[in-house]
């Protein structure tokens, strides 16, 4: 299904334009099929958002088409009513101004990592992995319906690391298991529970951090495996990717054996997810401000690299005036040409079709 979307090109941006038009009325101007150089860069972003309400700066961003998602954490969300409330007013910002629908986001893993408290799963992956993929599936479904009630369309779940020895991951009990096969089945089984539910599972972190001792948030890791045993920790995501998932998320981590860049500045891990393992999904960076802190650098320059090595979508979990700051420096690296403009659309056409196929 997913080849299927990414062949269409053009054809998939006609029918988004015609589906919006009609369910925005005569009033709504149509999504355009030529975008200019500032649109194909904002549909790369995902952003955080101040706040339990939009702020007139982010929707303003939204109306001129620099914001392709946004990103809710725990401290956006108070209750079913207000983040509905919330979502319903950015997804409004986007028709009334004819620009394509929001992908809004979340972390509903489950156990403790649940931005939506009321919702599911309960359990942790640990202790969800053993109850078998049936038992997963039904649990990730119920999840995605009270996602979906709140206007959220894209859980960036489940994990698919396979934990190895001192595993920060497994410390923080967000792996489903010790060995590849089980995380595979239990993966593939959460990604289709949350298609039931019409909800974009986020499969991460590609490459795989399982072999990570500290938290890629807050150190700068090199995963120092050989490139055999770093496969070996890719079936979770071949299962997944079989299962039809969409979307994939890149780590933080570098990985010396598969390139000397960090994975979210590396065309090489890109390939290897696309050509090794088949993917035709859309792909999305972890916190690029993380990224940056632990290297030491500038995260509008970070995003600029992680565009120039093909991630489609960029997330930037910082403040609103740090996600305009990463904007206005992609628009201006497009522009100039450091980011090329078949990538820029292949990106775009990527993403609007993962929008089409999940209204």
Known sequence: MVSQLLTAGSRALAVLTIGLAAAAGAAAHPVSTTPTTRELVGQRLVVAIDGVRP???????????????VILFGANITSPVQVRGLS??????????????????TDQEGGS?????????????????????ERIRDEARR?????????????????ADVPGPGSFMA???????VSAPAVGGAVAAFGRGLADAHVVAGVKHFPGIGAATRNTDRSAVVIGEPRSALEGGWMPFRAAIAAGVQLVMISNASYPALDAKPAPWSPRVQEIL????????????????AAAATRGRDVAS???????????????TGSERTSARVFDRLARSAEQGRIPAGSLRTS??????????NP
């Open 302 to 316: 970070v995003g600029v690299l992680s565009a120039q090595a093909g991630v489609d979508l960029l997330l930037v």
């Open 171 to 177: 410390a923080e009990r967000r792996t489903f298991g």
């Open 274 to 289: 696309r050509r090794s393992l088949g993917f035709r999904g859309v792909t999305i960076t972890d916190a690029l401000d």
């Open 55 to 69: 702020s007139r700066a982010i929707l303003a961003r939204i109306r001129r088409g620099e914001i392709g998602g």
């Open 113 to 133: 990592v649940r931005r939506l408290p009321w919702a599911g799963p309960a359990l942790a992956a640990p202790d969800l992995g053993p109850l078998g993929t």
């Open 348 to 357: 775009y056409d990527r993403i609007l079709a993962l929008k089409r196929d």
């Open 143 to 159: 999840a995605g319906l009270a996602l979906r009630a709140a206007g959220i369309g894209v859980d960036l779940a489940p994990v």
């Open 88 to 105: 319903a007013s950015l997804q409004e910002a986007a028709r009334a101004a004819g620009r394509p629908p929001l992908l809004i986001a």
